[in-house]
């Protein structure tokens, strides 16, 4: 189940991120302008935020295997509807608009793996595994980009922007085959009767302010992740001289480890028995390396600003897993496919914001200065996560309620028995 939510989840986060490395393309070949290419690539995620939480209710509805079925076969067939719309010519002016609205379409219903992934999940694993496992499906966003990356350029230059395309297209129809074959849904007491037992459960963002405070954490915490991950490139060759294939080398591998780190983290709040203590640490320890950041790009101390850098861009996407599992397990398996659509919604707004706002800043106060100014996001995180609550609510299991200072399920038994 893990390892197909992975690849689904990739797969369609190449749909969703191939356009933007096509622009080269795009502009010297096709004929438009920045502008033009520019709209093409942000498309699919348009229409990826106006879809999600849509996702997420139909997955509360119908269960994660009929929505990942009809959304990935759906999505697969939008992609073979750009690709048809982009064959022929090299002036792609006047099929412009057309190219758009399809592969805003097309990021529309790329978005069906979002939630249901991290409800399946969260449904197949239990509480003590299911941090390791919300880590390791949290890769699945690199994982898509670095294959977007590595692939598109090449197959744009081989044979056109259609067989660029054609790559997500062609990933999304294996995960669909994948899904067939190996996705069930998880048994769970509150889903009776094609939905109508999840009609009954009580919403869970009535009477507790938890699961708004932590998609306000999230979209504050995602700050930081894309100011680092966009303009880290433009740091160290504008601001330090580096030439390109350094930079992006040290850019692309601050993402691998970042990956890496979700991964560990999510190990970490398995054993810890928590999800938002360690979300806590996380965001105490991004003000940080932020200042600690800035205060190289200050010193102009190249190869210190590298390592740091690294280490601020695992720590700027640890909490990512943390806060996508608390809320499921928040949220319980009826509302858990809403309330994660809202998580993603929340964090692609705010990821939206961070190019034209840290770039306004880049360009009036400089690099160094724009990132200690970033630290004040994650600043304003730390009182906003709740006190814990909830310790791991398993799907469909009674949840365990615990004071703010409480020790854990395993300190409070014998020492034989831990």
């Known amino acids: 189940m893990l390892a197909t ?5 990739a797969a369609t986060t190449v749909v969703t991120a191939a356009p933007a490395f096509l622009i080269p393309f795009l502009h010297e070949r096709a004929g438009l302008s920045f502008a033009e290419a520019g709209l093409l690539a942000g498309a699919p995620n348009l229409g990826l935020v106006a879809s999600l939480v849509l996702w997420g209710a139909a997955t509360d509805r119908w269960g994660e295997r009929r929505v990942l079925l009809i959304g990935l076969g759906l999505t697969t067939l939008a992609v073979g509807g750009s690709v048809v719309l ?21 990021g529309a219903l790329a978005g069906c793996t979002n939630s249901a992934s991290g409800r399946l999940i969260a449904g197949w694993f239990p ?31 081989a044979g056109g922007v259609p067989l660029a395309l054609a790559l997500g297209g062609a990933l999304t129809l294996a995960s669909l085959i994948a899904c067939a074959i190996v996705v069930r849904d998880p048994a769970r007491t509150a889903r009776s009767g094609a939905g109508a037992g999840t009609a009954a459960v009580e ?25 680092l991950s966009t303009f880290g490139l433009v740091w160290f060759t504008v601001g330090f001289g580096w030439d390109p294939l350094t930079a992006g080398a ?20 398995d054993r810890v028995h928590s999800r938002l203590r360690p979300l806590r640490q996380i965001a105490v320890a991004g003000v940080v390396v932020l200042l600690a950041a800035a205060a190289c790009g ?10 740091v850098y690294v280490l601020a861009s695992c720590v700027s996407v640890a909490d990512n897993g943390l806060a996508f599992t608390a809320v499921a397990e928040i949220a319980g398996p009826a509302w858990a496919g809403r309330a994660l659509g809202l ?9 939206a914001a961070v190019g034209p706002g840290v770039g306004l800043l880049i360009g009036t106060l400089g690099i160094p200065t724009a990132l200690a100014l970033t630290a004040l996001a994650p600043v304003l995180a730390v009182p906003l996560i709740p006190r814990e609550r909830v310790a791991h609510p398993a799907s469909g299991e009674r949840a365990i309620r615990l004071s703010a200072d409480a020790p854990s399920v395993p300190d409070r038994l014998p020492k034989e028995h831990r």
């Not at 939510?5 to 989840?9: R, Y």
């Not at 982009?86 to 097309?106: E, M, N």
């Not at 200050?298 to 390592?307: L, T, Y």
Request: hydrophobic share 55%.
């Open 5 to 9: 939510m992975v690849c689904a989840q």
């Open 86 to 106: 982009a064959t022929g010519g090299q002036d792609g002016s006047d099929r412009l608009w057309p190219l758009a609205i399809v592969l805003g379409v097309s």
């Open 127 to 157: 509480a003590e595994r299911r941090g390791l496992a919300m880590g390791i499906r949290q890769t699945c966003q690199p994982l898509g980009m670095a294959v977007a990356a590595l692939a598109v350029p090449p197959l744009a230059a």
């Open 203 to 227: 919403n869970p963002y009535r009477g507790s302010a938890d699961l708004v405070r932590i998609h306000a954490v999230s979209m504050l915490l995602v700050i930081p992740q894309f100011a």
């Open 250 to 269: 040290l850019v692309a591998g601050a993402q691998f480890a970042g990956a890496g780190g979700r991964i560990l983290v999510g190990v970490w709040s």
């Open 298 to 307: 200050w010193a102009e101390w190249g190869i210190a600003a590298a390592a």
């Open 343 to 351: 998580q993603n919604t929340g964090q692609f707004l705010a990821a």
